[in-house]
């Protein structure tokens, strides 16, 4: 919850300077701050972006601003504006409820929609354009399991972005449309698929992506069902599990350059005896695909990610983000 409501930051904060103006940059007034609160009032009208660059030194960190200041983005002249210092809320949880954050999946993306696993270029690129539009905050994976950790605050409107398999139309279809929006994104990639023909990303078509800044992560190597088969022995069992879960990191260190940290699961299948696999072999954070979103406390080797099927409408879509989950915590 708040550190601080805005009232109480207001009457603990005091002191009072001016800032210089700049065409990027704020000409509000500063009437007071502590270590962790600025208040300004704005001599013109302001954006979040712009405070956040002159008194946070970021750009970028407008979220603090906005998120505070109950979602506003612009700020009139004469409007005193609260600008937090410091996270003031890492788990985002409040007296009415906790902040959720929704992990989207998609495999395949074509020219067209084809199934409910190969989404239309157009489409993906409808519903990325939404997310920019109303605001959303895509965030990389790393960033969210750090929020997990309460190691950070992530903005309200938090979304993550992951593709499963490892296709190549990810290069040719996705890549484009996030560069254009600077958005994140991790790849799950299952190794035993890794440069398996013309529909595959290579490993020389992962390096340049990893440059970028995209993340890739593990999907086990064959892609199979890592839960015990019935008639599997236990020497069996750790057998293919040594394959499936300790070979590919092994792997990505090698091709890549950086081990993984991250696994989905194949189909989002698991149960007690592979958790304790997982766990054993040093993932930090493994992934289903349960249609619904994460609250800071969801089991790290049990988070949720909602499909996205070529058949959903824009309207549908916008029903996976989930952002807040009301109840009264007084």
């Not at 394959?243 to 940290?261: I, K, N, S, T, W």
């Amino acid at each position: 919850m708040r550190a601080l409501s805005l009232g109480a930051a207001l009457l603990v904060l005091g002191g009072c300077a001016s800032i210089g103006s700049a065409p990027d940059r704020s000409t509000a007034t500063v009437v007071g701050e502590s270590e962790d609160f600025i208040v300004a009032v704005p001599v013109r009208n302001e954006t979040s972006a712009t405070l956040a660059r002159t008194y946070l030194a970021d750009a970028t960190k407008a979220w603090m601003i906005e998120d505070f200041n109950r979602g506003a983005r612009t700020f009139a002249a004469g409007q005193r504006v609260v600008i937090p210092r410091r996270p003031w809320n890492p788990a985002g949880v409040e007296p009415t409820g906790y902040q959720l954050v929704p992990i989207l999946v998609y495999h395949n993306l074509g020219p067209q929609s084809k199934g409910r696993l190969t989404l239309g270029s157009g489409a993906f690129a409808e519903q990325m354009r939404y997310l920019k539009r109303e605001g959303y905050r895509v965030v990389s994976l790393a960033e969210f399991v750090e929020w997990l950790r309460l190691k950070r605050q992530l903005p309200r409107k938090s979304v993550v972005l992951t593709f499963d398999d490892g296709y190549h139309s990810f290069r040719d279809y996705a890549y484009p449309v996030l560069k254009q929006l600077g958005f994140p994104a991790t790849l799950f990639v299952y190794t035993d698929y890794v440069g398996a023909g013309r529909n595959a990303l290579s490993w020389d078509d992962l390096k340049p992506l990893v440059a970028e800044g995209f993340d890739v992560q593990a999907h086990s190597k064959t892609h199979g069902d890592l839960r015990r088969l019935a008639g599997e022995t236990d020497a069996q069992y750790a057998r293919r599990m040594q394959a499936e879960l300790a070979d590919p990191p092994l792997l990505f260190q090698r091709q890549l350059g950086h081990g993984v940290q991250f696994l989905a699961y194949p189909y989002g299948r698991f149960d007690d005896a592979l958790l304790a696999r997982v766990q054993e072999q040093g993932y930090a954070a493994a992934f289903t695909v349960r249609r619904e979103s994460n609250p800071s406390f969801v089991r790290p080797l049990q988070i949720s990610r909602s499909q996205v099927y070529s058949e959903m409408t824009l309207e549908q879509f916008a029903k996976n983000l989930n952002l807040f989950h009301e109840e009264n915590l007084r």
